[in-house]
Structure formats: structure tokens, C-alpha cells
């Protein structure tokens, strides 16, 4: 039976947020906090008080950490970037991945609302799919460019899915979620799982 397991990233396999984590990394506590909640701070009052999009948010973020980090801390994450995703992994959900791989029936991709320059790496090397906020930054030019135009979150998680999966190939699909975020992909499964690794 060809099946589909769709896994949302943070919270659902790691024990962090991927992209807060990248962010902690590459900056210190003063430079996290101006860029994360300082400096933003328009975009999340827009967000709070005018029901705006979090996905200004996160494009402030990204562009804000891109300009005022050290090049060389973001080149070295970056490059590193594979370990830094195993390092916050659950230990179950790494090992129920493993397990998945074994059995070729099964596809596996990961529908994530973080960024491609986080997890293409790992993902790559793990030989699973990824749909995601795909950003391509220049560190020379201190530029960041988001290639869709709404957030791989929610719904935006069931257009991109079926933007990049053809559903109908499969016997069955399984998803697995964490947050209220990912009702919209777990209601496109047969069968889902709500913090199964927590």
C-alpha cells in the first residue's frame, strides 16, 4: 500500500522552534531580542490588534537577523546546519522516521512553516520531501527573498501540499501535527496523529 506521511517539523518532530533556534544562534541575548520582538514590533502589533499576517512577521524576522548578524555566524549555521537539526530532534521521532524509510511504500515528506535554508540540508540527506517557506538569502547583499507569497501555515500548508503532491498516487495518507495551525493538513489525512512524539 503506497502511503503519504506528511509531518509538520517544530513541535511535531523537534523539541524546538527551528527558526527561534537559528535565530538564538547567530545573535546575542540583545541582538535576539531587538530583532525578534523589538524591532518588528509594527508587523506584530499589525498581527495582535489588526488581525494582520504572521508571515510579515516572519519575513521582518529573517530580514532583520540576515542585516545585523555576524556573516560568518550565519555562513557557519548554515553550513552546519544538518547537525544543528539532529541536535534538536526527538529522539522517537527521529527513530519512527528511520523505521518509515525501511519500507519504500512509504513517502515521507515533511510540511513545515519554518524556512528551506533550515532544513533542505537534513532533509535532503535524510532522502524525505519538504515543502516549506523556500528563502533564498544573499549574505553579501544582506538581502532575504521569500518565493511565496503566503505562509507555508495553515491552509497555506493544504495549498502547497497539493501544489507539490500528487494525492491521488496514494492508498492512504498520514499526517502528523502539533498545533491548531495544523488542523487544515491533518483534515486532508485518512488517519493523523496530534502530539504523537510529545
Given at each position: 500500500m503506497k502511503t503519504l506521511h506528511l509531518f509538520d517539523f517544530d513541535g511535531t518532530l523537534s523539541n524546538t522552534d527551528s527558526a527561534k533556534y537559528f535565530y538564538k544562534r547567530i545573535s546575542n541575548p540583545f541582538l535576539y531580542f531587538s530583532c525578534y520582538y523589538f524591532l518588528p514590533i509594527i508587523q506584530i502589533m499589525k498581527y495582535f490588534l489588526l488581525r494582520g499576517s504572521n508571515f510579515d512577521i516572519k519575513k521582518k524576522r529573517l530580514a532583520l537577523f540576515i542585516k545585523y548578524s555576524s556573516t560568518q555566524k550565519v555562513e557557519s549555521y548554515l553550513t552546519n546546519s544538518i547537525d544543528f537539526i539532529h541536535s534538536i530532534l526527538i529522539i522517537s521521532a527521529k527513530n519512527e522516521l528511520q523505521n518509515l524509510k525501511k519500507n519504500p511504500e512509504n513517502h515521507i515528506f515533511i510540511v513545515s512553516a519554518s524556512?528551506?535554508?533550515?532544513?533542505?540540508?537534513?532533509?535532503?540527506?535524510?532522502?524525505?520531501?519538504?515543502?516549506?517557506?523556500?528563502?533564498?538569502?544573499s549574505l553579501s547583499a544582506k538581502t532575504v527573498k521569500f518565493h511565496n507569497q503566503f505562509d507555508c501555515d495553515g491552509i497555506g500548508k493544504v495549498l502547497l501540499i497539493k501544489k507539490e503532491i500528487d494525492l491521488q498516487k496514494y492508498d492512504k495518507i498520514i499526517a502528523y501535527g502539533d498545533s491548531p495551525n495544523d488542523f487544515p493538513m491533518l483534515s486532508l489525512a485518512d488517519q493523523f496523529y496530534y502530539k504523537f512524539f510529545v
Open positions: 524556512l528551506s535554508i533550515l532544513l533542505e540540508k537534513w532533509a535532503e540527506q535524510e532522502g524525505i520531501g519538504l515543502i516549506t517557506n523556500k528563502v533564498d538569502i
